[in-house]
């Protein structure tokens, strides 16, 4: 058996395309029920989960077909205890005859021969890549669907079932709550186990979960001249909005708002309908002041709390509507105060 290396990267991905292609099903099947009555289709969501993947399980695994996943990385399953039993074949077979005691015929794969005055030697080859074998049995097929579909469901059923019997409380009876600490130690053992396959995978690149291992279920590519070129165009846009957002989240805090509006006050439209609104409202929080303070020299109304925690984060802060600098603040109607917050 040829030793081959898939891609561990390309196998993560198709899980996760397989994820992301049931959520897009299961997202268009809610839409069909948005006019039933809210909350009930929540109660059957174990139930919904399962449907969608025995479909992706029916039309895909069981026909011999590849997941979505798997299609669009290249990969199919293969019956991995059919290739470790037909052992470790050759790649070129020397075949030694007698001239005139047995026929020179090739048999399959192509060949050469030479001949000699009294022996012929053929040369055979098969040309093998390592990605040859057998799909899934009908035994494993049925076994993965147990496990995938049936044993993902039984386990959420169980977890939402004993979380609403509350097994875990301590006034349960003796019988719950070892019900409870079974369940959670069985969950305990899964994710050990999970976790060191998750490590031999990493290793050897075969099974990337335990149903696969257990199974001998191996992702293989379907097709050895594949194209392996991959486009890192959405890579680079996406690094060059990181870039721009993270430079305009240092630049803005260095921008004066007020200057800026004030450069733009010229160019706003309805500009005498709106003075009144906005010198009712508190130009920082936009709402109207429930405790109405004066910005002094410039007589501007604020919120109490707007304007004193502005002017205790800056001493030299000044109005966003006129520029002016605060030196004061003063209560309508009443006497006026340093803006000082140590004073």
Known sequence: MIPISISRVNQFDAARLDIEMSAMLKEQLVKVFSLVKPGMLFQYEPELDAFLEFLIWRFS?????????????????????????RGKGRQSVWEFRRDGLEGMRLRKGRGIQVNYPSFVWILKWEFRTGLEGPGLTIAQKIWYCIATVGGQYTWARLQSFSAFRRWGDSEQRPLARRAWILIQRVEGLYKVASFGNLLVFLYTGRFRNLIERVLKARLVYGSPNMNRAVSFEYMNRQLVWNEFSEMLLLLLPLLNSSSVKKILSPFSKDKSSSSKVDDDTC???QAIPAIPFLALPCQHRYCYYCLRTRCAAASSFRCPRCGEPVVAMQRHGGLASNTNPNQ
């Open 61 to 85: 695994i069981w026909v011999d077909k590849p997941t979505p996943g798997n299609a669009l990385m290249d990969l199919r399953y293969r019956d991995e205890r059919a290739m470790e039993s």
């Open 283 to 285: 130009p920082i929080c």
